[in-house]
Structure formats: structure tokens, C-alpha cells
């Protein structure tokens, strides 16, 4: 699903989805750890959830924006740096940051210790763009720029450097 939400009709039948704290689908992206905790698949592809893990001084993706989706961060522990276009914002535990289509961020830890964050993806669309980089590190390709830029475009993102 690369351009168009499925689903969006509302299940007949709905299924309570329950995800507990040693379950979800891990992704594991250099000194990053992700934890699918809801994919879209139990909400008709409207919203996706992930549990991050920043290592310490951990430098986020190149500065993107999304263009058919809200990304959503809210902080547990630790600080992280949000970069928005050229302004620079330090999120203490607490904090949530909601980035709406075509506005370009990045974030990174750059601290000391390990940073966690829930994110939101409404709708579900990016959460492959992080299955397909962990592919391709197990596949022994390289996490370059351009392969992260190229993966970026398949979900509707693109970097910041690139016109509005």
C-alpha cells in the first residue's frame, strides 16, 4: 500500500486489538529499535503506532516532508531534538509533537541516554517505508541517503531540499 489508504469503510464486525508489552512487530534500524504496536491493520489503515528507541547520540532521518500523511511524536523518556525547517526544538518527556503533511522535520538524540517515543502515522502509509529500510540492511545494503531518500519516495515523502 504505497498510495492509497485501505479500508477506510468501518469493519463490520470489529475486533478489539490487544498488544502487550513483550509483543509487536520489532524493527531494528541501525542504533534505532522500533516496535510496531499497531500497523493499521486493526484500524481500516486511518492510524499506525510505533514504540521508538533512539540510542544515544543517534542522528534521525535526513530532514523530509510527508505528503499524504500526520506524523505524530510523543516523548516518554530522555529529549529529543526535533529540527523544523530551520528552527530547532528540545522535547523533554512529556512532550508531543504533531507534524503535519509537507512540513519539513527530522529528529535525533543527542544526548547522553537512550530516548523513547511513541509515534502516530495517520493514516498508516510510512509504516512499511521502516520495513523496507530493515530489508534492505538485511538484504547487506547499505543505509545511505539516497537509499533512505529512495525509499522515502514510495510512501509519499520526499526530502526537505526538495520543493514544496
Known amino acids: 500500500m504505497t498510495e492509497?489508504?485501505?479500508?477506510?469503510?468501518p469493519q463490520a464486525?470489529?475486533?478489539i486489538s490487544v498488544v502487550g508489552p513483550l509483543d509487536g512487530e520489532t524493527i531494528v534500524l541501525g542504533t534505532t529499535r522500533m516496535r510496531v504496536l499497531e500497523d493499521g491493520s486493526h484500524t481500516g489503515?486511518?492510524?499506525a503506532i510505533a514504540e521508538s528507541v533512539l540510542a544515544p547520540h543517534t542522528?534521525?532521518?535526513p530532514q523530509h516532508r510527508h505528503g499524504?500523511?500526520?506524523e505524530g511524536f510523543y516523548v516518554l523518556s530522555g529529549t529529543v531534538r526535533f529540527t523544523v525547517?530551520?528552527?530547532d526544538y528540545d522535547a523533554a518527556a512529556g512532550t508531543l509533537v504533531m507534524v503535519p503533511p509537507g512540513t519539513?522535520?527530522?529528529f535525533a538524540n543527542l544526548t547522553d541516554q537512550p530516548a523513547v517515543m511513541l509515534s502516530t502515522f495517520t493514516p498508516d502509509l510510512?509504516?512499511?517505508?521502516?520495513?523496507d529500510l530493515q530489508e534492505s540492511l538485511a538484504d547487506g545494503r547499505p543505509l545511505t541517503p539516497q537509499a533512505n531518500v529512495d525509499a522515502m519516495s514510495r510512501y509519499a515523502t520526499r526530502p526537505a531540499t526538495d520543493p514544496a
Open 104 to 106: 519539513p522535520h527530522t
Open 85 to 87: 525547517g530551520e528552527e
Open 4 to 9: 492509497e489508504a485501505k479500508g477506510t469503510e
Open 126 to 131: 510510512y509504516v512499511q517505508y521502516f520495513r
Open 13 to 15: 464486525d470489529p475486533v
Open 59 to 61: 542522528q534521525g532521518p
Open 45 to 47: 489503515h486511518r492510524l
Open 68 to 70: 499524504r500523511h500526520d
